[in-house]
């Protein structure tokens, strides 16, 4: 009720870097201002993990510049999916003391910044906070609620509602990979923004590997490529993330992935059409 009865037209979940991430200006400014701006265009709903750092708080605070440069700005829906036990002590007391369902101003003042390094604060400028409580502290999240949400929020209720789903990342750790491989499960196309560092660089390298030279990359390359962008990857996890990656990298998802270069593509917007049209069409 809160987004007015309207299911969305486009589900986009923005996911990548965390507390460490940082982007070039230029690249940062087309990334946010296109993926702003395709939401409007299309009654978009945008997906985060909905904490005060890294690709989330980037969104976040893309939202809040769009407002205030526009006199009449349209509402952004911006949801932010996260764990109860991953959030610190003071926001916890807040939201439990808030009257209403969400943020009120006032509880946004409260809630500050910075108060505990091993623990996050939420993203304020997102329209929408979903926490997920297993009864556990300092879980992380898991990408299990959002896959399920974008289940659930593309079930037609309606002959006339088709919801379409595209997930963008920018950066990221290995923990992404798990939203990668379910977006690859349901056929939801991935954008790789290249230039943005690590995971979303490494795929986009052996994504594009496949265009050219190699219909699938080999477990030599994978490792040479994982190799250029992490040092620290346990030994005993190298072999099972290599073959994560090949799995995903296999020539039957190819037509999921997409890459956006600032030195090629000229708006993501377009990239994410693109790839709408591949899910949709090519999955057929």
């Known amino acids: ?12 979940s923005i996911y990548g870097g965390g507390k460490y991430f940082t982007i070039e200006e230029r690249l940062k400014n087309e990334f946010i201002t296109g ?9 978009a709903w945008i997906l985060t993990n909905g904490v005060n750092n890294g690709v989330s708080k980037l969104v976040g605070e893309g939202i809040s510049h769009y407002q205030l440069l526009r006199e009449n700005p349209n509402k952004v829906i911006c949801i932010g999916m ?25 509880s946004k003042r409260q809630i500050p910044e910075n108060i505990q390094e091993d623990k996050e604060t939420i993203e304020l400028n997102h329209t929408h906070c979903i926490l997920f409580d297993s009864g556990r502290l300092n879980e992380y999240y898991s990408d299990l609620q959002r896959h399920q949400f974008i289940i659930e929020a593309r079930k037609k209720t309606h002959h006339d509602h088709t919801c379409y789903a595209i997930t963008i990342i920018a950066e990221g750790g290995l923990d992404i ?3 990668i491989e379910n977006d690859i499960k349901e056929k939801r196309s991935i ?5 943005s560092g ?3 660089d490494a795929l986009a390298m052996l994504v594009e590997l496949t265009s050219t030279s190699e219909p699938e990359p080999s ?8 190799n250029r962008f992490y040092s620290n990857i346990p030994y005993a996890e190298i072999s099972s993330t290599i073959k994560r990656i090949e799995k995903l990298l296999h020539a039957g998802f190819r037509h999921l992935f997409h890459v956006f270069s600032m030195d090629r593509d000229a708006h993501i917007s377009e990239m994410i059409f693109k790839a709408i ?3 949709t069409y090519l999955n057929e």
């Open 1 to 12: 009720t809160d987004c007015g009865g309207k299911k969305p037209a486009l589900i986009l």
């Open 35 to 43: 993926v702003i701006d395709t939401a409007i265009m299309t009654n």
């Open 82 to 106: 996260t764990m109860w036990g991953t959030i610190n002590d003071n926001t916890h007391l807040v939201l439990k003391n808030s009257p209403n369902r969400y943020l009120s101003s006032v």
């Open 177 to 179: 990979l798990e939203v």
């Open 191 to 195: 954008i790789l923004i290249k230039g």
């Open 198 to 200: 690590r995971l979303a």
């Open 219 to 226: 477990y030599e390359r994978i490792k040479q490529t994982l």
């Open 277 to 279: 049209f591949a899910g």
